[in-house]
């Protein structure tokens, strides 16, 4: 199962030209999922599933603007829920979740987007997200991906990896990044790069460059640890003075 996430920048700069570079790059990479924030509308994820083998959709637009997050698969997609439906005052954290069954089992997908200015709405809105994911634990793996927003060493991260609870919950999910870094000495973690993504080349920036797109699978102990086969970072080439976006997107590709 080759799965990725993308932050793909909801802004006109360039915005048909890096759209084209992302379905390239979701063709070179030979996706079997994937989950995308900062998706402007409806039409942009019809465009991107009629240009690749990605034929199956989930898209939720957010109660407040056009923009919103999406899944994209190779495998039909059922639809769960997302975090704004029943509560308005989301955060400005987005979160959708859906399932599907990959090579005879059942997979759950949270997709999350959340607040780039305060810990604490973060942090509210992941609590919440896990809480939800464990009220309806059917799935034979679980995996949230997407733009968290924050760092490593973050209070999320932390969380979500089981080093520390939050708001008296704790939960126990492994980064694949790590795994994969630990085994084969891979290193490329910077997903959003102020000094390099030609986003940032008219402007100063002093903020560090840093991981914030992730990938984690629930762990799945007692049931088999899937076999990981590959992890990296995408999109991070540029393509006459362009890249898909002011992220870059994350890749691996699990033997379940």
Same mark, same amino acid.
């Given at each position: 199962?080759?799965?990725?996430?993308? @932050?793909? +920048?909801? /802004? *006109?700069? $360039? %915005?048909?030209?890096?759209?084209?570079?992302?379905?390239?790059?979701?063709?070179?990479? #030979?996706?079997?999922?994937?989950?995308?924030?900062?998706?402007?509308?409806?039409?942009?994820?019809?465009?991107?599933?009629?240009?690749?083998?990605?034929?199956?959709?989930?898209?939720?637009?957010?109660?407040?603007?056009?923009?919103?997050?999406?899944?994209?698969?190779?495998?039909?997609?059922?639809?769960?829920? @997302?975090? +704004?439906? /029943? *509560?308005? $005052? %989301?955060?400005?954290?987005?979160?959708?979740?859906?399932?599907?069954?990959?090579?005879? #089992?059942?997979?759950?997908?949270?997709?999350?987007?959340?607040?780039?200015?305060?810990?604490?709405?973060?942090?509210?809105?992941?609590?919440?997200?896990?809480?939800?994911?464990?009220?309806?634990?059917?799935?034979?793996?679980?995996?949230?991906?997407?733009?968290?927003?924050?760092?490593?060493?973050?209070?999320?991260?932390?969380?979500?990896?089981?080093?520390?609870?939050?708001?008296?919950?704790?939960?126990?999910?492994?980064?694949?990044?790590?795994?994969?870094?630990?085994?084969?000495?891979?290193?490329?973690?910077?997903?959003?790069?102020?000094?390099?993504?030609?986003?940032?080349?008219?402007?100063?920036?002093?903020?560090?460059?840093?991981?914030?797109?992730?990938?984690?699978?629930?762990?799945?102990?007692?049931?088999?640890?899937?076999?990981?086969?590959?992890?990296?970072?995408?999109?991070?080439?540029?393509?006459?003075?362009?890249?898909?976006?002011?992220?870059?997107?994350?890749?691996?590709?699990?033997?379940?």
């Amino acid at each position: 199962m080759k799965i990725a996430t993308y @932050n793909i +920048w909801n /802004n *006109d700069k $360039d %915005f048909n030209s890096r759209l084209e570079l992302l379905i390239k790059v979701i063709i070179e990479s #030979k996706l079997d999922i994937m989950a995308l924030q900062e998706v402007r509308n409806e039409e942009v994820i019809k465009f991107i599933t009629s240009k690749s083998n990605l034929k199956y959709y989930c898209w939720q637009a957010y109660p407040d603007c056009e923009e919103g997050l999406a899944i994209i698969s190779k495998y039909p997609i059922t639809f769960n829920w @997302n975090n +704004w439906d /029943n *509560d308005m $005052d %989301f955060h400005n954290s987005g979160v959708i979740n859906v399932s599907m069954m990959v090579c005879n #089992k059942k997979i759950g997908i949270t997709n999350v987007h959340l607040d780039y200015k305060r810990a604490v709405n973060r942090e509210l809105e992941i609590v919440k997200a896990m809480k939800k994911i464990e009220d309806n634990e059917i799935n034979d793996y679980e995996f949230i991906l997407g733009d968290f927003n924050t760092y490593p060493n973050s209070s999320i991260h932390s969380y979500l990896v089981g080093s520390q609870s939050l708001l008296g919950h704790s939960t126990t999910f492994i980064d694949l990044y790590d795994s994969y870094s630990v085994k084969t000495n891979y290193n490329k973690d910077v997903t959003l790069d102020f000094y390099n993504n030609p986003r940032w080349d008219n402007e100063y920036a002093l903020d560090v460059p840093g991981r914030f797109d992730w990938i984690l699978l629930m762990n799945p102990y007692p049931k088999a640890y899937p076999h990981l086969v590959e992890y990296r970072v995408i999109g991070h080439e540029r393509v006459n003075g362009i890249t898909p976006s002011d992220h870059y997107g994350v890749f691996c590709e699990l033997d379940l």
